[in-house]
């Protein structure tokens, strides 16, 4: 079936052969969205999708949509790694179209593997690392001029200040809990930091790796200017700490002096909002269990956020008190926290 949408999408394709993909998507399947790949004539292979489902239509239009305003920016060509090259797209709004009510996408063939993030070895999480570093310091214009959305450090502050508002308004999360993110919100330094370019969220299936070598990030449709600690949260979301410290510490080794102090903190502020679904439904069947483990992650992040606090603050007292004179004469501005702290 999917030899034949192919050759409906692209009329001049000489269909080969058709084999299964080894790049599965969870979000693909659970959209109903059919991945194989086709070989024509010449050998040249292609990865097509298809679906008929409305979920699935749209997914796969929005997919184009991203791959095609990142095709019309130079500077993600300098990324290291594959993105998706749409060669033709059929949106299957039509049932007299070529492909009816089917939506078939046919990008170009980039080699790897898919892995699940659960999964990933410490060279695999470094990778990882280097490849957000990467994107992060791609130009806000890619996505700013096609329409994706822009967020500056305020207008996220008072998103999740009213959010948190919110559900200890609607009584969902023990109060503690709210009270707890509602100081750390309020935590000197967390906002220090600059909106970037964003991939907007990884899922199993979207980074394909050849060894440990990043070959290809695919599925930009939710990218955008956020924080970048979004990007660390969704892949914090799947590791333990010690592949989270190798992920950070590649990222900060790409970022030098870019990386914001407390980005990892935030990261974790961000995956704990992520988890409030589970946290509900963990009271309404009343599991202590993962109750207890939630309140723990909570009272350790304020813990981890005071000593880091106190840190800075140790560091540029100690440094006013003392000053030193860098090779112009002048003194040398206070030190800021590196990752090795952060991972201390």
Known sequence: MLAALTSAAMPNIAVAGVRGDDQTSATDEETGIDHAVVQDAAGRLYDVFASDTEAGRK???????????????????????????????????????????????????????????????????AAIGTAIGAIHRLAPSSVQSAGYPIFVTSQIRAQLTAWIGRLKAAGHIPPEITD?????????????????????????????????????????????????????????AKLDEDHRNAVLAAYGRMMGARLDDLIMLRANLWLQMEQVGDFIQAINRADNVKIMQFKAQVDRLAHQLGIVTQRAKAATAAVSSRPTANGNGQSKPPSTITVGTLLA
């Open 59 to 125: 997914r796969l239009a929005s997919r184009v949509r991203a791959a095609r305003t990142l095709a019309e920016a130079r500077e993600p060509g300098g990324l290291g790694f594959a993105l998706d090259r749409v060669l033709a797209f059929e949106p299957g709004a039509k049932k007299d179209g070529p492909t009816g009510d089917t939506a078939v996408m046919v990008l170009v063939h980039r080699d790897g593997q898919a892995r699940n993030l659960d999964l990933l070895t410490f060279d695999d999480s």
């Open 180 to 236: 707890s993110w509602a100081r750390i919100l309020e935590t000197e330094g967390l906002w220090s930091f600059n909106t970037c370019f964003v991939h907007g969220g990884f899922t199993d299936g979207d980074v394909l790796y050849s060894g440990s070598t990043i070959t290809a990030v695919t599925n930009w449709q939710n990218m955008q200017v956020n924080d970048p600690a979004r990007d660390l949260a969704w892949i914090f």
